[in-house]
């Protein structure tokens, strides 16, 4: 059963993006998942559903007592950290269009920068599949995603004669569109390529504009079905497409052993079915909200999702290709590197405004958004539209 236009998001919600939010990461969820209840013309008695990642902190039952929800018929979680972005959404629309649930709130809240701290290397007790994975690179300092993707992105290099000032493009467009978006952590503070190739280096060939930044907040949206979004008083983005996908050989942040290290083969299936379930082609997407948190990932993402082919991504984003007025405009908010890291849920949330027409970097002629969710993992995707 394809959930292909059944269901659509019909509210956003978001608690400010900082570097210390001085409160706990459940204060977090219950504020953006109000906030996004607000905003959709509900109420929390009208929630019976919550989805989350696996990795968030706060469960459903502790958001359903800080909500004052009477009781959910669904619950549901994704794993594989930003992986499970649009997989979220996902849940929901297929819990909404088989009576599941009516009104589902997906969330995502955490303390990345002032707790944990995703970006830095830590030892590892897990005992389950994941953790013996990580036992085999661990113990040689192969310990944080930025070495991780470091070792992908040089492999990429080699390939297809990438450089460093290519994956900088991605850099300074994003930071370009954050520099007007009055939510975004770097508002009013864009970069040169110059600033990027001046930037210290992380792990060769990362620099540190090549990496998100690390954020505290919150963020929440909120799915029903389209029949009901008609009577809501926000525009409904339709769920044209949602996908899950993993890649051959898959492990957790790893795609060392499928063959191909310049590739992404977890994205090429979420959007070979994006494309599938939508009947819709690259050249009918106006604007892409790209998982960002390393640059050289969206180089590779622009190939997977077929909007350029093998080894012409460093084309596509010359000459702004990839900026608000660009042949793509990708993270018109300014994506994690320049509004902030909330593990994609806020690139969600933009794609909703865009089809709104309310961002305050709004396209024209917005009728459907792809947005993808964490790379390197196993992964997800949606197709956003216009109500028809």
């Not at 236009?5 to 219950?30: D, H, N, P, Y």
């Not at 559903?49 to 039952?61: F, K, P, Q, R």
């Not at 926000?234 to 052993?257: K, S």
């Not at 018109?332 to 865009?354: D, F, K, S, T, W």
Request: charged letters at 20%; proline letters at 5%.
């Amino acid at each position: 059963m394809s959930v292909s236009g059944k269901a659509a998001v019909v509210g956003i919600g978001a608690t400010e993006f900082s570097k210390e939010s001085g409160r706990s990461e459940l204060r977090l969820a219950a504020e953006a998942c109000l906030d996004a209840i607000r905003d959709a013309g509900l109420r929390p008695s009208d929630v019976d559903g919550l989805v989350t990642y696996t990795a968030d902190t706060s469960s459903e039952i502790a958001v359903q007592r800080e909500l004052g929800i009477p009781g959910l018929r669904f619950f549901s979680r994704v794993d594989y950290g930003g992986g499970a972005a649009c997989g979220t959404v996902a849940h929901a629309a297929m819990a909404v269009a088989t009576g599941q649930a009516d009104v589902v709130v997906c969330y995502r809240a955490f303390n990345e920068r002032s707790g944990h701290r995703f970006g830095q290397a830590t030892r590892s007790g897990r005992a389950d599949a994941t953790g013996l994975e990580f036992s085999w690179h661990l113990p040689y300092g192969f310990a944080t995603p930025a070495a991780w993707v470091a070792m992908q992105a040089r492999r990429y290099m080699h390939e297809y004669g990438a450089t460093g000032e290519d994956f900088g493009r991605v850099a300074v467009a994003m930071r370009r569109h954050a520099a007007t978006n009055p939510k975004a952590w770097f508002h009013g503070r864009p970069i040169t390529l110059e600033d990027h190739q001046a930037s210290r280096w992380i792990v060769d060939p990362l620099r540190l504009l090549d990496c998100c930044q690390e954020s505290d907040g919150g963020v929440a949206l909120v799915v029903t079905s389209v029949e009901r979004a008609r009577d809501l008083p926000r525009p409904p983005a339709v769920v044209t497409a949602a996908a899950q996908g993993t890649g051959p050989d898959q492990m957790m942040m790893f795609g060392y052993y499928t063959g191909d290290l310049a590739a992404l083969p977890a994205m090429g299936r979420v959007g070979a079915t994006l494309w599938r379930q939508s009947g819709l082609t690259p050249a009918d997407i106006r604007t892409a909200i790209l998982y960002d948190h390393f640059t050289p990932f969206v180089l590779i993402q622009l190939e997977e999702l077929g909007f350029c082919g093998r080894g012409e991504a460093k084309d596509f984003v010359k000459d702004g290709g990839i900026e608000l007025d660009g042949r793509l405009p990708v993270n018109p908010n300014g994506g994690q590197l320049g509004e902030a890291y909330i593990h994609g849920m806020n690139g969600i949330a933009e794609a909703v405004r865009q089809i709104r027409g309310t961002s305050v970097n709004q396209l024209d002629d917005v009728g459907h958004v792809l947005v993808t969710a964490g790379t390197g993992v196993p992964t997800s995707g949606l197709v956003l539209s216009a109500l028809p």
